[in-house]
């Protein structure tokens, strides 16, 4: 699956954005979907996850009830609500597929990866 992540840009903090992760091949529905970013100068980290099924969702404990994870299948796209932004959430946000029913936290699990979107918080 080929992966395609778009809606990044400035915002204040306290803002929002929202991200979304087109998604091309038709098992798209197949996938556990995720959300990593990279902040300068630091490790790629887990965001959130979400099964195929949108049924279960799996949350980084610094953006739990910040963030929200959600998916279309039938318009192949998983999307990252980011509310009450704060200056550390500045990073390049990468969305990844994987096989795997499991919702992992760790690069290694996801096959395909997105060429990534900027989000940049000011204070």
């Known amino acids: 699956v080929q992966l395609q992540a778009s809606g990044g840009g400035t915002v204040q903090a306290g803002g929002s954005l929202r991200l979304s992760c087109a998604a091309s091949g038709r098992t798209f529905s197949s996938y556990t979907m995720a959300w990593f970013r990279q902040a300068p100068g630091k490790e790629r980290e887990f965001v959130a996850a979400i099964t195929w099924s949108g049924g279960s969702t799996r949350y980084a404990e610094s953006v739990k009830g910040r963030f929200t994870i959600s998916r279309d299948n039938a318009k192949n796209t998983v999307y990252l609500q980011m509310n009450s932004l704060k200056p550390d959430g500045t990073a390049v946000y990468y969305c990844?597929?994987?096989?795997?029913?499991?919702?992992?936290?760790?690069?290694?699990?996801?096959?395909?990866w997105g060429q990534g979107t900027l989000v940049t918080v000011s204070s």
């Open positions: 990844a597929a994987s096989y795997r029913p499991t919702m992992a936290i760790i690069d290694p699990e996801y096959a395909s």
